[in-house]
């Protein structure tokens, strides 16, 4: 089983930055990908950023320029950089693990962080 703990959500201006955390633990494998999906207000759960545990880095459209993600392998954590937040970032923010084992798929989720972006 693994563990997803997030952090670092809260109450920012449009224009603000916010930085997330989000550390792993326990049965995690040396491959993984982490990510950060988020889930609006009436919209369906979509994905942020991810990021492999050899560094690669996938972002949506919407965010690429604006948010930046990282991770420290040392610490099993996944960070989300984001600045220059807009209205339309306004949702819970969510940890992601994906981890296989053969044929086998594992995904785990935190239990998510409210980021409000104010007008």
């Known amino acids: 089983q693994v563990q997803l703990v997030e952090s670092g959500g809260g109450l920012v201006q449009a224009g603000g930055s916010l930085r997330l955390s989000c550390a792993a633990s326990?049965?995690?494998?040396?491959?993984?990908?982490m990510g950060w999906y988020r889930q609006g207000p009436g919209k369906q759960r979509e994905l942020v950023a991810g990021?492999?545990?050899?560094?690669?880095?996938n972002y949506a459209d919407s965010v690429k320029g604006r948010i930046t993600i990282s991770r420290d392998n040392a610490k099993n954590t996944v960070y989300l950089q984001m600045n220059s937040l807009k209205p339309e970032d306004t949702a819970v923010y969510y940890c992601?693990?994906?981890?296989?084992?053969?044929?086998?798929?594992?995904?785990?989720w935190g239990q998510g962080t409210q980021v409000t972006v104010s007008s």
């Open positions: 992601n693990l994906v981890q296989s084992n053969g044929p086998r798929r594992y995904d785990y």
């Open positions: 326990g049965s995690i494998f040396r491959i993984n990908v």
């Open positions: 990021i492999s545990s050899g560094g690669r880095e």
